[in-house]
């Protein structure tokens, strides 16, 4: 388990992260999602130990992160922009992670060499973008962490070598119970694989949701009546994030159980009544728009 406590981080007069709290079961996947210059790799790097929190605190496994070398060796963290020994190849980058991770596994190292089909010898610096990537990956998924740490890391990846990634973290998150964070522009590029979701504005976490219970708790109502009477009393029943007339049509996004819903309207009479699916985009729009924030602004 990841408990973030009341951690702010300030460089010179600027507020990066506000008083964030934040906790992330072992075995999920932790999407953060935010505009620019949210605080979200300022976060990340205060997570992996990297920065000193200004106030409050990270725990992983109980266990304080900052200056903990111990516990470091369990989290592995790829940053934005990758770093790598200056003409050193895959192989001798390799040995310097067998050192500093004790839980580096030679086998797998071996295995995922089969996956990511570059040549150990190469010089990291002398591949193309995405394989550096994908060495980064390589390299990380060897170390067997506990805690994987992503800022951004899908840009540069095509989408063969995006599923394959996905798939890795998906084995490790179902075989040994590995907890990723993931920060993102994209939605809908982390939809597929975060189970839990938090969008950061301005420093501070604006929203945070489990995915099933969101994807399972709102949807999209088109309904119309016959008279003005019978909308009104169906509306008092339902719980409604949003509304808009299109003519003679009603459309709702509602927040509740689908069968619960279905049998509000029906008893209602309507004299149109349909049920769609939401996007994730669309429900965070909504949920973002009671919130009070214009979801169109911060993501991208
Ligand atoms: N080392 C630093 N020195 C001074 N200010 C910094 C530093 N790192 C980040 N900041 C400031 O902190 C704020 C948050 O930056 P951060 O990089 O955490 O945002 P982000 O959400 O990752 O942005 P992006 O999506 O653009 O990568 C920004 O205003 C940035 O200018």
């Not at 992160?65 to 001798?92: C, G, M, R, W």
């Not at 075989?175 to 597929?192: G, K, P, Q």
């Amino acid at each position: 388990m990841i408990h973030v406590e009341g951690v702010t981080k300030k460089f010179e007069k600027e507020t990066a992260v506000a008083t964030i709290e934040l906790s992330v079961k072992t075995g999920s996947i932790y999407g953060l999602l935010g505009s620019n210059g949210a605080g979200k790799t300022t976060l990340l790097k205060i997570l992996a130990g990297i920065y000193r929190p200004d106030h409050g605190n990270v725990h992983i496994e109980k266990q304080s992160i900052y200056e903990n070398v111990s516990l470091k060796q369990k989290v592995v963290f790829i940053p934005d922009s990758l770093y790598f020994f200056p003409q050193a190849t895959i192989h001798q980058m390799a040995d310097y992670y067998r050192s500093f991770y004790p839980g580096w596994n030679q086998e797998r190292y071996e295995t995922l060499q089969q996956v990511f089909n570059i040549d150990p010898h190469r010089k990291i610096q002398r591949l193309s973008k995405g394989m550096q990537r994908q060495v980064a990956f390589w390299l990380s998924l060897s170390c067997m962490p506990n805690v994987l740490i992503l800022d951004e890391p899908i840009d540069g990846l095509d989408p063969v070598m995006r599923q394959k990634i996905k798939n890795l973290l998906f084995q490790d998150v179902a075989e040994r119970d590995l907890t990723v964070i993931i920060s993102s522009h994209n939605l809908r590029e982390i939809e597929d694989i975060c189970d839990h979701v938090g969008i950061m504005h301005k420093g501070k976490l604006v929203i945070e949701k489990e995915l099933d219970d969101l994807k399972t708790d709102t949807h999209k109502i088109q309904v119309a009546f016959s008279s003005p009477e019978q909308e009104t009393s169906m509306l008092k029943q339902l719980n409604i994030l949003h509304q808009e007339k299109r003519g003679s049509v009603n459309l709702l996004i509602g927040k509740g159980q689908k069968q619960h819903i279905e049998e509000i309207v029906r008893s209602s009479q309507p004299l149109v009544f349909d049920m769609l699916p939401l996007t994730l985009e669309e429900i965070f729009i909504y949920e973002m728009g009671g919130v009070g924030y214009e979801i169109e602004n911060i993501l991208i």
